[in-house]
């Protein structure tokens, strides 16, 4: 019965399974984007504070940096959650 379980859970999809590299280089690869990308949307946020733009007026590349903060988090959250 043990063995039965231990072979479905060893089939179960991971979070590091994203990416078709080792471990180490998956969380690298998010690690970074997600950081990374954080730290852009930062940067556009105080800039559009400081010439009282809206925030909700977003271009392509913000709304392209969400998109790939939203992926990373999800990946980050499965992988330590």
């Known amino acids: 019965m043990t063995m039965k379980m231990e072979k479905e859970a ?3 999809a ?3 399974d994203a990416l078709p ?3 180490y280089l998956t969380n ?5 984007l ?3 990308v954080v730290y ?3 940067l ?3 800039e559009k504070i400081r010439n009282s733009v809206p925030l909700h007026v977003v271009t392509l590349s913000e709304i392209s940096a969400i998109v790939v903060f939203v ?3 999800i990946y980050l959250l499965g992988f330590f959650g």
């Open 71 to 73: 992926a990373s988090f």
């Open 44 to 46: 556009r946020w105080r």
């Open 21 to 23: 590299l080792p471990l």
């Open 14 to 16: 991971k979070a590091s």
């Open 34 to 36: 997600f950081f990374s």
């Open 40 to 42: 852009f949307l930062l």
């Open 28 to 32: 690298g690869v998010f690690f970074t």
């Open 10 to 12: 060893a089939r179960a």
